[in-house]
């Protein structure tokens, strides 16, 4: 069993002011209408890193393989499936806390199938593309809560989104 990553503790919610110096993700370059767009061609290139011969190799111990990036990714469109739906249906909801690296660990992302996490992750990036693809006008301003306090509309969710999964692009392919 690979060692346990760090817990990620950051606060990322200031990706939605500034631009990323790590992967360049900008936020004020995107609108709402373009993340099904941008997530399926994320969805793409996972699909290409997945076939990778060293997908199950650590570049670092402390570092997740493109194998475990993939399968966070998955999850994450998972999740914000999940979060964008609840804004859709319900007023100001208050999403449940999601611990991603104590999913990692109790999901065996280390152990999963490279072939059926493809196949998993591009079928849950076009679900939740398809989710963003029904937010109306009216609908684009409806707003969420993360456990931690953090309020965001669908279109501010959205663009975090984005750019968790454009991250990871860059994670895996720097």
């Given amino acids: 069993m690979p060692e346990p990553i760090a817990p990620d ?8 002011e500034q631009q990323c110096d790590e992967c360049g993700f900008d936020p004020a370059a995107q609108t709402l209408a373009a993340v099904p767009g941008l997530i399926h061609d994320t969805a793409m290139a996972f699909s290409a890193v997945l076939r990778r011969a060293e997908v199950r190799e ?33 007023d100001a909801p208050t999403f449940a806390n999601w611990d991603q690296d104590e999913t990692a660990i109790a999901s ?17 990036a076009g679900h939740v593309a398809g989710l963003y693809s029904t937010v109306t006008p009216e609908t684009i301003g409806r707003t969420g809560v993360r456990s931690n306090g953090s309020a965001f509309t669908i279109e501010t969710l959205g663009l975090y989104h984005l750019h968790d999964v454009v991250h990871h692009v860059h994670d895996v392919r720097a």
Avoid at 71 to 80: A, W
Avoid at 111 to 124: F, G, H, K, S, T
């Fill in 108 to 124: 065996r992302y280390d152990e999963q199938d490279p072939a059926e996490v493809d196949v998993d992750l591009i079928e849950a």
């Fill in 58 to 90: 650590r570049p670092q111990p402390d570092v997740w393989s493109p194998l475990e990036y993939a399968c966070h990714v998955r999850d994450v469109h998972r999740i914000f499936a999940e979060r964008v739906a609840l804004m859709l249906t319900e």
């Fill in 9 to 16: 503790t950051k606060d990322w919610t200031w990706v939605l």
